[in-house]
T-cell receptor, first 113, second 114 residues
Framework: ETGVTQSPTHLIKTRGQQVTLRCSSQSGHNTVSWYQQALGQGPQFIFQYYREEENGRGNFPPRFSGLQFPNYSSELNVNALELDDSALYLC????????????FGPGTRLLVL | AQSVTQPDIHITVSEGASLELRCNYSYGATPYLFWYVQSPGQGLQLLLKYFSGDTLVQGIKGFEAEFKRSQSSFNLRKPSVHWSDAAEYFCAVGTPNSGYALNFGKGTSLLVTP
């Protein structure tokens, strides 16, 4: 059983650019959630995808968008990058249902200059 | 508003000593409760979770946590800390009506001294 993987591991962008982060969910999981973890903070929920549809969204602007593919892998896209977008972006996969445990990937560290 | 509070930002314990990390939540109903650990530069690893039933939950690496409804708390404990336990610990709460999203506390950084 493979775990959750994310790519790339690190990324440097400049303000105003666009970025795409990728996540492969754990085998058997159909739900993917994305979180942003700023330095010294706990993760904050961005959104969740279930069967290729957005299933919930946190307090993030529309320039944060996502996709989920038929194999349940997912992308997080951020447009018009701002300095405050610098953070560790975590992807978590889970099965169906609110009681399902979310298993996290190692994250992508994004630095916006 | 829903919230998760971890009152201790940093905790230092000696190796072999006992540990208790505090977590309080504010929700209208009984939530689903989790403790995760994060080593430097790493993702989050689940230590344990509480959904229902026995309020004392056993987890990995010798950790346990107790759900106390009357105190809205879910404190994490370990009887004897090892140097490898040094990490950031996060309490998280999920509710059935939150779209399965986890609401995390700000974390407690654990330092273990020889």
């Amino acid at each position: 059983e493979t775990g959750v993987t994310q790519s790339p591991t690190h990324l440097i962008k400049t303000r105003g650019q666009q970025v795409t982060l990728r996540c492969s969910s754990q085998s058997g999981h159909n739900t993917v959630s994305w979180y942003q973890q700023a330095l010294g903070q706990g993760p904050q929920f961005i959104f969740q995808y279930y069967r290729e549809e957005e299933n919930g969204r946190g307090n993030f602007p529309p320039r944060f968008s996502g996709l989920q593919f038929p194999n349940y892998s997912s992308e997080l896209n951020v447009n018009a990058l701002e300095l405050d977008d610098s953070a560790l972006y975590l992807c978590a996969s889970s099965g169906t249902g609110p009681a399902e445990t979310q298993y996290f990937g190692p994250g992508t560290r994004l630095l916006v200059l | 508003a829903q919230s998760v509070t971890q009152p201790d930002i940093h905790i230092t314990v000696s190796e072999g000593a006992s540990l208790e990390l505090r977590c309080n939540y504010s929700y209208g109903a009984t939530p689903y409760l989790f403790w995760y650990v994060q080593s430097p530069g790493q993702g989050l690893q689940l230590l344990l979770k509480y959904f229902s039933g026995d309020t004392l939950v056993q987890g990995i690496k010798g950790f346990e946590a107790e759900f106390k409804r009357s105190q809205s708390s879910f404190n994490l404990r370990k009887p004897s800390v090892h140097w490898s336990d040094a990490a950031e610990y996060f309490c998280a709460v999920g509710t059935p009506n939150s779209g399965y999203a986890l609401n995390f506390g700000k974390g407690t950084s654990l330092l273990v001294t020889p």
